[in-house]
């Protein structure tokens, strides 16, 4: 039978090793109700499933917000082969038959992988805007950005506008001091998909949770961001 081996990183220690049986299917997500747990905040609670068909195990995504990914490419559905790497948030999943094991060979394989497997740069464009436009589930509400002060200022920013501006200028929708800051130092801007902060001037380049921001980053939920005198930290609310 093949396997499933679970691991944070390609080179990194095997985590877990799962059997796949033929008749089986199986649920990946972050929800303890999975066959396969993987707990990370990327990936969604249901995030994949893996089904016995009769000609092999197909994979498929259960339309989870990060996506699948399968030899580096997004898959919706990919019938899995020897050797293939399976990519669900930061984890992977190596894919592999006993060795002497049958497998499924010749027109029928190519003809199950060629057609599932979608451009990853249009998928994922397409995937955003999909994200965006979808109702709320279970009666939840758009979250909002907020960016809280850990010093160098009080009280809390709400991420509203499309852009919002950060920098010594006093025009800014956030005032920071430092000589070395810019006039416009760095921006949030909202998208569809969340909120980028990117570096517009100054010697002084913004820093996310440690690491100085070159050009745009997207953040995340409690990432830490510095400019000049101030330190907040971004919160999502409902």
């Not at 220690?13 to 059997?19: G, H, P, S």
């Not at 990946?28 to 109700?33: F, I, N, P, T, V």
């Not at 396969?36 to 498929?60: C, M, P, Q, R, Y």
């Not at 690491?211 to 101030?230: H, M, P, T, Y």
């Amino acid at each position: 039978m093949p396997t499933l081996t679970l691991k944070f990183k390609k080179d990194s220690a095997k985590i877990k090793e799962y059997r796949l049986e033929r008749g089986q299917s199986l649920t990946l997500g972050r929800r303890e109700s999975n066959d396969i747990v993987i707990e990370n905040l990327a990936v969604s609670g249901h995030h994949a499933k893996i089904d016995w068909t009769g000609n092999g195990f197909l994979l498929t995504d259960l339309k989870s917000k990060n996506g699948t990914f399968v030899n580096d490419q997004l898959a919706i559905s990919h019938w899995l082969k020897d050797g293939d790497v399976v990519t669900i948030g930061k984890h992977i999943l190596e894919f592999k038959y006993a060795a002497g094991e049958t497998q499924p060979q010749g027109e029928d394989t190519e003809a199950m992988g060629e057609t599932m497997v979608m451009d990853t740069g249009k998928y994922r464009s397409m995937l955003a805007k999909n994200v965006s436009t979808m109702a709320p589930q279970g009666g939840q509400q758009e979250q909002l950005g907020v960016l809280s002060y850990l010093s160098g200022g009080e009280g809390e920013v709400d991420l509203t506008k499309k852009l919002t501006k950060i920098g010594k200028n006093a025009s800014s929708d956030i005032v920071v001091s430092g000589l070395t800051v810019g006039q416009t130092a760095a921006t949030v801007s909202k998208r569809p998909d969340g909120y980028y902060l990117s570096y517009v001037s100054g010697m002084s380049k913004p820093r996310v949770n440690g690491e100085s921001v070159k050009e745009s980053l997207q953040l995340k939920q409690f990432d830490v961001i510095e400019i000049g005198s101030a330190k907040m930290q971004l919160i999502f609310k409902s």
